[in-house]
C-alpha cells in the first residue's frame, strides 16, 4: 500500500501542515509477519511551487496555520486539488495537520487521511509506529 507523508525535506522531517508542505515521501508499506516501510520517492508538493513563502515557516507559524479562503476561492481550492493528484496513487495521507479544502481534495481523489499525533519528527519512524 502506498502512503504519502508531508514532509519539510530530504532528511524526511514531517512537515506539520500537509498543505504547505514543500514534498511529499511516498511510502510503500508492505505487511505479512513483519511491517516494512519503502521509501519509494519524494515527490514536490505542485501547490507550493514558486511559493518561497514555505522556506520561511517555523514550526511555530507551520503548526498554528488556518486556511482561512472562503469555500468560494475556486483558485485556492484548484491548488489543493493539484496537491491531491500528486499523490492521486497513494492510498493515505498522514498528516499533523490539514484544512478542510486539503481534506476535500483527497476525499475527491479516494485517498484517506490518517492522523499521526505522535512525537516523531522522523517520517518513517512515524509510519512504522502507526497501523492502517
Do not use: W
Not at 512537515?15 to 511491517?35: D, E, L, Q, S, V
Not at 507559524?61 to 486539488?81: F, L, M, T
Not at 496513487?89 to 492522523?115: F, H, P, R, W
Amino acid at each position: 500500500m502506498k502512503v504519502a507523508i508531508p514532509v519539510k525535506d530530504e532528511k524526511l522531517t514531517i512537515a506539520k501542515n500537509a498543505g504547505h508542505t514543500p514534498y511529499f515521501a511516498i511510502f510503500n508499506i508492505g505487511g505479512g509477519m513483519f511491517k516494512t516501510i519503502t521509501l519509494e520517492e519524494l515527490r514536490v508538493n505542485p501547490k507550493m511551487v514558486g511559493d518561497d513563502h514555505h522556506h520561511h515557516h517555523d514550526d511555530e507559524d507551520e503548526g498554528h496555520h488556518v486556511c482561512s479562503h472562503d469555500s468560494d476561492d475556486i483558485e485556492h481550492i484548484k491548488a489543493h486539488d493539484t496537491m491531491a493528484d500528486a499523490i492521486k496513487d497513494c492510498e493515505y495521507l498522514v498528516v499533523k495537520m490539514a484544512c478542510k479544502n486539503t481534506a476535500n481534495s483527497m476525499k475527491e481523489q479516494g485517498i484517506k487521511m490518517k492522523k499521526y499525533n505522535g512525537e516523531q519528527t522522523d517520517a518513517k519512524m512515524a509510519l512504522a509506529e502507526m497501523s492502517f
